[in-house]
């Protein structure tokens, strides 16, 4: 089935640095992916949704400069939290959907198996 | 607007018992509708999804769902539940027409199945 791959798992940094997380596809091609954050005992929340060669879409109340998105090729879409600060501390989840339907079923999404994010 | 509700914070069944978590949704046209379940500091796992043809969907790990467009629900389903079943449960709902790819996830349902 649709394997994506999300890399740190887990990431610690210290207060006004930034960090960067990918999302990668790895046995198809998305177009589009979207990444969500979870807050402890909450549910998703979707965040923006990354458009392969073109500038993401951000959901309304999300910081673009905050959270940047690049999406360069049609298996890798990276989060850049920038000049991070402790209320960014949160678990980030990106999905994608192959469209084709051949690995994972046609209107699925796949999901990462998500990042930690700990500002100190 | 789509929207999903769980109504049910945490569910909590006996091993081998039955189990039913709930779900409501609302869209303007027909949704597709999907169970995911989310173990322990881990991304989200597909379970089973509704499209179109039989009400009655079955998806991994023996779970089931029912589309009920009349109730507008899709509550999902185990006829003997497992410890193993333990984690968070989010249902969610696409509307095709309206809202291209995006998902909208209820709050999710925490199940607890004690031996």
């Known amino acids: 089935g649709a394997v994506v791959s999300q890399h740190p798992s887990r990431v610690i940094c210290k207060s006004g640095t930034s960090v960067k997380i990918e999302c990668r596809s790895l046995?198809?091609?998305?177009?589009?992916m979207f990444w969500y954050r979870q807050f402890p005992k909450q549910s998703l929340m979707l965040m923006a949704t990354?458009?392969?060669?073109?500038?993401?879409?951000?959901e309304q109340g999300v910081e673009k400069d905050k959270f940047l998105i690049n999406h360069a090729s049609l298996t890798l879409s990276t989060l850049t939290v920038t000049s991070a600060h402790p209320e960014d501390s949160s678990f980030y989840i990106c999905?994608?959907?192959?469209?084709?339907?051949?690995?994972?079923?046609?209107?699925?999404?796949?999901f990462g198996a998500g990042s930690r994010l700990t500002v100190l | 607007a789509q929207s999903v509700a769980q109504p049910e914070d945490q569910v909590n069944v006996a091993e081998g018992n039955p189990l039913t978590v709930k779900c409501t949704y609302s869209?303007?046209?027909?949704?597709?509708l999907f169970w995911y379940v989310q173990y322990p500091n881990r991304g989200l796992q597909f379970l089973l999804k509704?499209?179109?043809?039989?009400?009655l969907v079955k998806g991994s790990y023996g779970f089931e769902a029912e589309f009920n467009k009349s109730q507008t629900s899709f509550h999902l389903k185990k006829p003997s539940a497992l410890v193993s079943d333990s984690a968070l449960y989010f249902c969610?709902?696409?509307?095709?027409?309206?809202?291209?790819?995006?998902?909208?996830f209820g709050g999710g349902t925490r199940l607890m199945v004690k031996p």
């Open positions: 999905s994608a959907n192959d469209r084709t339907g051949l690995t994972s079923g046609a209107n699925v999404l796949t």
């Open positions: 046995d198809f091609q998305a177009t589009t």
């Open positions: 990354s458009n392969e060669g073109s500038k993401a879409t951000y």
């Open positions: 869209v303007s046209g027909n949704p597709y």
């Open positions: 509704y499209i179109t043809g039989d009400n």
């Open positions: 969610a709902v696409r509307d095709p027409w309206n809202a291209g790819n995006m998902l909208t």
